[in-house]
């Protein structure tokens, strides 16, 4: 056999990460996002770059009580014995539906990029999803309407950095087509603006949905933390237990 | 390295398992339940142990909304993509705290099985818990009062099947111990029955929390199934939110 | 919300599952497999579909050391204070690669059954796959050569049951045309058996993997137990960095 | 039930992350540590503290093909629908035997700062550990020796950043009582400077593990994409099979 990893080695007197040396080029130089960047890509990212995914990273991290931090609170208070066990719990959670929409929206960004006229591509995917009333993955939001407040915010910042490139400018057009065929406003939300601003940062598509879980992955310890200090999940599972009765039809 | 494994080798023609061919000896003439034992043990049971096992883990498949199938839940209609993850998360809940008992209260059966005089053990472990106000692994249910109605029908398959042995004097004895020491009845529950059972038929103690992932499995599927049917999640969401809101102390 | 759940209710006294009394129909009357049947579809299993169903479980629930129970044993080693995380790092490897491949097996059963032509969509089938060079879910085996001997006696035990119905035709079917397409004969495996067998005994097609994830949930535990007795972690581990030693290209 | 959640909450303008408005305090401002540090905890780093967080966890987020990375890799290659279910198994095998040995070192440091007499107390976990044949957690390495390159970089910025306190302190004097108990010199290694360097940033002994799952969450990422482009799955499983070849004794 004949494969092998080009991400880590060591000798006794240091560790090499993506060829640099941990102790000398890497601790103390890099941010959490930088080495993240690194361990990922094998590049080294830009100011720019980082500061974009930055941006992203804070703003997928928390969304309150949702799926995700429900079900890391039920395996903590059920397990304390492993907080692994809670995050994991947690994490697999980050899934097609919700913030691992950042996959989904981002293969669309490259279809429209792809296509011989953006404008028609972008057209024919809103009525596919139309058609099939399925939620085009990035655009939506129950709560905050007309627009999500926060991807204003992350394409703001990937334009300032100069990061703003093909990516999101298909997820311009893509939002136009959008309005046109639904026939009203649907806002693009954070995980569409994440899902560009990240794309256009070069950070690769099919690992996206990684760095969608390693932000989560932060908001999940918060939720953890504060379980343990004062413990939801009686509460919630009696509220659960209600809204879910017993039916036998 | 001279670690070797004892489970399981294949040839072309058959698979061999435990020592035994998988094609002629245990496909079609060994029940699930059988087939598990086997693998774990590496023994073959008896029809008794079997009856035995088969109640404790019918006892333990289901217990309704409960914060490991909320988890599953959550995961399940959050990555529908993915049923393993929704059954990983699920499993993850069976820790210290609910199903998991089952392998603190055997610990204590031993313990008092040890011991020279079962009595004063006994009362030793029900004063060191009341003294630490800690529950009595297998001991008190909020609902099921004055008396868990499946542990009755659990120790009574025991002795039927002639298989109510050490462990299930012994958690007689400590049933004794409890009443007396904390001065009012506090009922064996379903997992104190069911540890006292799955030892005196001879499953190893250390992985007795392997027999009660493996019953709650197959009541996640169940919830999962359900859940993909009919999916509970936003109104579990929703009911979570309200019971616990956000408050900026 | 009016969503409800019909799996299982209680009282002081009992507990109900699928309408059925616990501790008086089923603790002590039904196998396990009988129970998980009746928990997932809420139908009571017969004598026949419950051979079946055991079989199918039995099985699959052991294969050696494969990328599921090393999985389960890396993190049984490095996490000992919790037997249920490694027992959820096993499952969730049984994904659409390996054991999980009876759900798109039995889906592709499903196709040939509903076609006008059994024999026409067979034949489309196998060439779709060989087209795109992708392997048809349920057939070949890199060891069990010409023939997976455990395909055998599952249809046969199906038959004997009298529950080979028109999943197990379409199987058959399906490997006429797999031969004819590929030009050379390609094995009916564990999986693609399993999924006609289980379908033919009625187990619903989209909870499938579900049964799959039970039993192999079973053949991790034994692991795991045995991975506690005589750690084979390093040894593993250390196999495998001088399998995929580092390379800095 | 009076059980609030102090984390997040949204208005249709804004989401609020611990009572700062996420699009005007956070997302741009801060970055991705001192993000997540503000979630743990409520309280917003110094620039002292988010540097010493950074190098803990650049420090931490990755180690070659460990147990951690190899789980993922099994996961990923045999369930690709899911990278979340990768991570997740990845972050079960972050217990108490490798880098959770963050929390175990911190524990002690924490004994060691209550104490009456440091050097004593250091002494006697010293000989506790010796006398029961446990490692001592943080101490250590089979391949860094004497010392872990890591841990006195990590140190190093502790000190230069102003943070080297108590727990730095209780570290060291606990590494002289080691030497002098076990007659020989083992080194600090890094997850014991990361123990004593984040609790002297001020990160919860409690939640520290949580940190640590972070760290690694990154490093899995990595190896995720790696084998997602360079499968190394059948040859770490051939390798296995190798290393731990059947024998029925």
Redesign the interface.
Known sequence: ?S???????????????R?KS??RD???K????E??YL???GRMPTKAQT?V???C???L????????T??AR??S?????????????G????????V?TVEGCAALLVRIGAAADANDEAKRIAEEHRATKTPVPGFGHP???PDD??S???L??ASAEGLAGKHVSALRVLAVAIDEVYGRHITINATGAVAAALADADV?I??M???A???R???L??????E?E????????????????????
Do not use: N
């Open positions: 056999m494969v092998t990893t080009k991400i880590a080695t060591s000798t006794a007197e240091d560790v090499f990460v060829g941990l102790c890497l601790i103390g890099l941010s959490f996002t080495m993240t361990q990922v890509t500061a995914i930055d941006a990273l804070v703003t991290m928390e969304h309150g009580l949702t799926p995700s429900l079900a039920m395996v208070s059920s397990a304390p014995e492993a907080i692994q066990g809670a995050v994991a719990a994490i697999l959670a980050v899934g097609s539906v919700f691992g709560q905050h309407k407040p926060r204003a915010v992350v703001r910042i690769p099919d690992v949905r990684g760095f879980i390693l932000a992955c932060a908001g310890v918060g939720h953890i933390a504060e343990r004062r413990p939801a999940m009686r509460a919630i599972w009696e509220a659960a237990d209600q809204a879910v009765p017993y039916r036998d039809e």
